[in-house]
């Protein structure tokens, strides 16, 4: 077993495993090391964007109020210090424009993740959160900076010329171009879609309806995105003879559960956690999604498929 142990404290580089970083991922700037000392660079990932950027170069901030309740949505982690300066020079910002009456609280990990927010002093020392704080020994002053601003233009009201600033990149191929595929595949005799295991013919409030269905990898659709939802549950309106949709995968009643097999063959089952507020009637669940085929000396293609469930009565007593 191999054990690697790194000291917290250090402001100085080691060689050893700086030698290794240079040969494996290039030598960091000398503007990187500038921007962040007295911190020693390990890694400079600021720098690095294969295949992806490493770390996030656009952050969002934001402040929501209720009433007299100001919620600072923080992307990453404050150190105590650090989240009783900044909810102070908010609470301060408001109070300079007359809303002395505004409760500030601290709502961390929201939007992105940043990793660590040390105050100046903290990033001095440099232990774990310091280390862990990747924009320099200034991060809390710029994220002070822009949440004032943000408690000024509330206070004002002028939210609206504040500008919305460059959008963060959204990476598509994130995980897919990391972790490639494998051909989906259907037992023999089955599709995509079809149902291994019904629905029973009736259930009560408060039961669980389950369907299990012939799956694919859940990342197709990822890549595909031409459906919205893994699933839905509908219900059946005689009214209109038609089927309207009360759930999806958004919804806290449902759960959808993926189990993958062998040799590119796996399962999808749904439920249904019904709920006391759920009207009797007739009811079905639908299960969307995508399969990854691929013919020899062909490139693989992601084709769509829907799988329904037959219908089941819901019935209160």
Excluded at 221 to 245: G, M, N
Aim: aromatic share 10%; glycine share 6%.
């Amino acid at each position: 077993m191999l054990i690697i142990t790194f000291l917290i404290g250090k402001t100085e580089g080691d060689p050893f495993w700086d030698t290794i970083r240079d040969q494996l991922l290039g030598k960091p700037s000398e503007e990187i090391k500038e921007c962040h000392k007295p911190k020693p660079i390990l890694l400079h990932t600021g720098e690095l964007s294969i295949p992806h950027p490493w770390h996030p170069d656009i952050v969002d901030v934001q402040i929501i109020t209720l009433g007299s309740l100001a919620i600072t949505a923080i992307p990453g982690e404050l150190t105590t210090m650090s989240g009783r300066r900044l909810r102070e020079a908010v609470q301060a910002e408001f109070s300079l424009y007359g809303m002395e009456n505004m409760t500030v609280v601290i709502s961390g990990l929201c939007n992105v993740y940043t990793h660590y927010i040390a105050t100046y002093e903290e990033y001095q020392v440099q232990r774990y959160e310091a280390a862990s704080t990747i924009y320099g020994p200034h991060t809390l002053s710029a994220y002070i900076q822009l949440f004032r601003g943000l408690a000024k233009a509330i206070a004002t009201d002028t939210v609206a010329n504040l500008s919305r600033g460059p959008e963060p990149p959204f990476f598509k191929q994130l995980i897919t171009s990391l972790i490639p595929n494998t051909v989906d595949r259907a037992p023999i005799g089955r599709t995509f879609g079809d149902v291994l295991q019904p629905a029973k013919l009736e259930y009560r409030v408060g039961e669980v309806a389950e369907v299990v269905f012939v799956g694919a990898n859940p990342k197709n659709s990822a890549e595909k995105r031409t459906h919205q939802t893994f699933l839905t549950v509908e219900k059946y309106e005689a009214t209109s003879a038609s089927w309207q949709t009360l759930y999806n995968d958004a919804s806290w009643e449902t759960r959808f559960h993926w189990h993958k097999g062998l040799l590119g063959q796996s399962n999808a089952t749904i439920e249904w956690h019904i709920p006391d507020t759920a009207q009797p009637g007739i009811y079905r669940i639908k299960y969307f999604g995508h399969n990854r085929k691929q013919d020899i000396l062909k490139p693989a293609v992601i084709l769509s498929f829907e799988g329904t469930s037959s219908a089941f009565e819901v019935v209160t007593t």
